[in-house]
């Protein structure tokens, strides 16, 4: 039987609404892996034009993760995709956008409290917070707010970072954590695969880190099945088949690769693990972390 997949990465967005901004989809934006991304762009991604992509890759649910960047309000996005949710083709819950270090995250988190679908926060500063070393007041309030309302912080952050990440978690040992994108791999030499390897081995020795094994063809654009392998299976071994969930960055990873071909690769990558295993790897993990419930059906 194969398993279901709840994809924890994907981007909604509409160019043509009146309060949204999206500073990464402008025409002079050069994404730092993989540059022009014209390819990719329409007026509107949303989750029937994912689902016609993505049904027939056995696909359960999904997680969108802040796109909106440059808006006035980030609680904005969270009420369109609220309004979205109303009649979709499927189940899928809301990572937004606040500024941590801002006195102004509390308003955000009630504001996108208001959704039932809002469930965690991605802030892109929050990298340059951990690799600064040095702690203040208002992220670290933020950080525990997170934790007193059972929110998701997924994490960006490079091999060279990980050890501040991991003391951060440390520091918030009932927050979740969630390592974005494995951590974005800038290179795919033998000197950066060992870096990297020791660093994420290193962040998964803390216990409330998930790895969110995604966006692997981004990081490597002219990749080829067996050069993925290695670092899917490090993630596999320093988190464990029960801290791994799977992502597709979609629809940017769409540059590099098509969206049954990726999930295949995962799916591949996978196959040395039990059934149990995988469910978790590929739903169950997710489903718990993401509060997509143990009701998400795959419609037809």
């Known amino acids: 039987m194969v398993a279901k997949i709840i994809d924890t990465h994907v981007h909604f967005f509409d160019l043509q609404h009146p309060d949204l901004k999206y500073v990464w ?15 990719m762009k329409s007026l509107r991604y949303d989750v ?3 689902w016609a992509e ?9 997680v969108h993760v802040q796109a909106a960047l440059g808006s006035a309000d980030p609680v904005d996005e969270t009420r369109w995709l609220t309004e979205m949710h109303e009649g979709t083709p ?21 504001g996108h409290s208001e959704s039932p679908y ?7 500063a929050s990298e340059s917070y951990v690799a600064s070393g ?7 309030s933020s950080l525990n707010e997170l934790t007193k309302r059972d929110l998701v912080f997924d994490l960006d952050c490079e091999w060279q970072n990980m050890g501040a990440a991991r003391a951060l978690a440390e520091r918030h040992p009932d927050l979740q954590v969630v390592l974005e994108h494995i951590g974005f791999p800038r290179r795919r030499d033998e000197d950066y695969f060992r870096s990297w390897r020791s660093a994420i081995l290193d962040l998964g020795q803390a216990p409330n880190v998930v790895c969110k094994v995604s966006g692997v063809g981004m990081t490597d654009p002219r990749g080829v099945y067996a050069d993925f392998v290695p670092w899917i299976n490090t993630c596999l071994d320093a988190f464990g088949a029960d801290r791994c969930v799977v992502g597709s960055n979609w629809p940017l990873d769409r540059l590099v690769s098509s969206y049954d071909a990726a999930m295949s690769i995962y799916r591949q990558a996978a196959a040395q693990l039990t059934a149990s295993e995988q469910s978790l790897f590929f739903s169950e993990n997710a489903r718990l972390i993401y ?9 037809g």
């Open 25 to 39: 989809l402008e025409p002079d934006f050069v994404h730092p892996n993989l540059g022009n991304i014209d390819a």
């Open 48 to 50: 029937e034009a994912l």
């Open 54 to 62: 993505a049904r027939f890759a056995d696909i359960e649910a999904f």
């Open 90 to 110: 499927a189940p899928f819950t809301i990572v937004a956008h606040a500024d941590l270090s801002s006195d102004d995250a509390v308003r955000q988190l009630d």
């Open 118 to 124: 809002f469930v965690g926060i991605r802030d892109f």
């Open 134 to 140: 040095e702690t203040s007041a208002q992220f670290e």
């Open 291 to 299: 509060r997509l419930g143990n009701s998400a059906e795959t419609p």
